[in-house]
Structures are given as structure tokens and as C-alpha cells.
């Protein structure tokens, strides 16, 4: 029924949907539901990015090396082994890629300029940073690492 529906009839359906719904809106809508399961659907296809693996890893480790774990007998120390040795592959290439993007001229030139804008009182709040580092390409935070891996 819902499964044929294209995403604006579907939207249109649980919006008027109004059957067996207590008087405050509150109760299952079906089409409610199929939003929702194409929504996670649709996450769960799209590629994840190096950093959202890298998490997703973490989390797994948390969830198999906890102490709920060991007491219920799920613990696998081997495959928690693996999952971070495959976190530390992960940091490995995000820390690359980052040194190579970051290199030492580079950070002093990105440095140099934002102290600049920043004196210029172009950040007088925080959302005037967020449109300058997302103009930019990238973040103060990036710059405070590159800073620090280059000890300047």
C-alpha cells in the first residue's frame, strides 16, 4: 500500500492520515512508518566517509568490549582485536591525509590570514565564523591541529 507510494504522496497520506488517532494526533500511522523505514534505508546505503566508519567502529568496540558483555558471555576478544586494529588503519589515513594537507607553510599562511580577518573583527559571532570556515574548506579547529602538530 504505502511501499507504491512516491515520497510527496506519501508525506500528503501520513499528514491526513486521521484513523484510529487519539484526539492530540498521538498513534500509529503506517505511512509515518514507511518514512521512516525509507529514511533509514537511504542512510544506511549512502557511503560513509572515513570518519563515520571510523565511529561506527568505536561504537561496535564499545558495545562488544563492555562489561555487559563479558557477564552475559558475548565477549569476542578477538574480533574486538580486529575492529581496532581496523580503527587504527582508519586513524592512520585520516592523520596522513591531514599532514599532507596541513603542511607547514600552508598552516602559517592559513594562520596568517585568519588572525588577520579575525583582528578585522570579521567574527564578531559565532555564526559569521561558521560562514567564513565553510566558505574557507576548513575549520579554526583543523587550524588549532595543524598548529599543534607543527609546534608553532
Same mark, same amino acid.
Request: proline share 0%.
Given at each position: 500500500m504505502s511501499a507504491d507510494l512516491t515520497d510527496a504522496e506519501l508525506a500528503?497520506? &501520513?499528514k491526513n492520515y486521521r484513523v484510529g488517532m487519539l484526539d492530540d494526533g498521538e498513534?500509529?500511522?503506517p505511512y509515518k512508518a514507511e518514512i521512516d523505514r525509507r529514511s533509514t534505508a537511504a542512510e544506511a546505503a549512502r557511503p560513509r566517509s572515513r570518519g563515520e566508519r571510523r565511529d561506527d567502529l568505536v561504537r561496535e568496540i564499545l558495545r562488544l568490549d563492555s562489561v555487559l558483555a563479558r557477564e552475559s558471555g558475548t565477549h569476542d576478544a578477538a574480533?574486538? &582485536?580486529q575492529l581496532r586494529a581496523e580503527v587504527a588503519v =582508519? *586513524? &592512520?589515513? =585520516?592523520? &596522513? *591525509?591531514f599532514a599532507a594537507e596541513w603542511t607547514l607553510e600552508v598552516t602559517r599562511a592559513r594562520r596568517t590570514d585568519w588572525n588577520a580577518r579575525a583582528r578585522a573583527g570579521k567574527f564578531s559571532n559565532p555564526r559569521k565564523m561558521r560562514a567564513a570556515e565553510q566558505a574557507q574548506g576548513w575549520t579554526m579547529r583543523a587550524l588549532r591541529d595543524a598548529i599543534k602538530m607543527h609546534g608553532l
Open positions: 500528503t497520506a &501520513a498513534g500509529y500511522n574480533r574486538v &582485536a =582508519i *586513524e &592512520a589515513d =585520516i592523520q &596522513a *591525509e
